[in-house]
């Protein structure tokens, strides 16, 4: 008899799982592209203030994966090691919401950077860490194409906000000189609103529907710093040679990604209202 491809344990992780992944694509493509034009649009500063605020938050973020990673790691309750941190999402979620009332530049700076940057990072390392963990090593090729697949539903709505919100809330940017339109406060606090809860309720399915292996089937606990050393010891990670290879190809692919599509949605979304405002 031919093997089933999954079983229905592994079909309903995979397909949670995509959720948890879709409402992490929606999430930061709102906090890639609303808090930006929040700085721009509302608070009427340079692209300085930008360019700082983004930096720290990545800062954040490589940091807080490390220290997620070896914390989760070595979690051992009840409710599983991955799944309470999912419920970080939360936090996050509602910072988000909060990001839109935020009129002082300082304020933008404590919720993205230490509150969304603290937060989202563990949701975010939980998350990944969950198909190594659930999906036996045969199967995760074809199970990553379909939580991929799932997660580019967060992607596909995070666009249709995107030009949905510029029209809806779009109005001629009241700058001198300027032209094009800018997304009014209360576009931003309604668009940020969804993307925070809706970040937030898959927090909440993922740690109340995940299933995770039974504590007695993890491996022993180890200490942070012990891991943390590990983590950047030469002779361990000098046989790893096509780790990194596909690690590099994989963050030149990200960076294209994330440098061009910011870019050119806010362009085409600029642009598209342009000629709409023209007729």
């Not at 709102?30 to 340079?46: A, G, K, M, R």
């Not at 800062?59 to 070595?74: E, K, R």
């Not at 990001?99 to 404590?110: A, P, T």
Request: net charge positive.
């Amino acid at each position: 008899m031919r093997e089933k491809a999954f079983s229905k344990f592994i079909r309903r992780q995979v397909l949670l799982i995509g959720l948890l992944y879709m409402g992490d694509y929606l999430f930061f493509f709102f906090e890639q592209n609303y808090f930006n034009t929040f700085i721009d649009h509302v608070l009427f500063l340079p692209e300085l203030y930008i360019s700082v605020m983004v930096s720290l938050s990545a800062t954040m973020g490589l940091i807080a994966m490390f220290v997620w990673g070896i914390l989760s790691d070595n979690t051992r309750t009840k409710f599983g090691r991955r799944r309470p941190y999912l419920l970080l999402g939360i936090i996050a979620g509602i910072a988000m919401m909060f990001f839109g009332l935020s009129l002082d530049y300082r304020l933008c700076l404590i919720i993205d950077v230490f509150i969304i940057g603290i937060a989202s990072n563990a949701f975010l390392v939980a998350e990944r860490a969950l198909i190594p963990d659930t999906v036996e090593v045969e199967k995760r090729g074809r199970a990553n194409g379909i939580i991929n697949s799932i997660s580019y539903i967060g992607l596909l709505i995070g666009v249709a906000f995107l030009l949905l919100g510029n029209e809806l809330f779009g109005i001629p940017d009241p700058r001198p000189g300027a032209d094009g339109t800018i997304i009014t406060q209360e576009g931003h606090i309604l668009l940020l609103y969804i993307g925070g809860l809706l970040f937030a309720s898959v927090g909440v399915i993922g740690f109340f529907f995940i299933e995770e292996k039974p504590v007695s089937e993890l491996p022993e606990k180890k200490k942070f710093f012990t891991e943390l050393k590990k983590t950047f010891n030469y002779t361990e990670l000098k046989p790893q040679k096509e780790f990194f290879k596909i690690l590099i190809a994989f963050l030149i692919f990200q960076s294209g990604i994330a440098s061009v599509m910011t870019f050119y949605l806010f362009s085409s979304s600029i642009k598209g209202s342009q000629l709409y405002n023209s007729y």
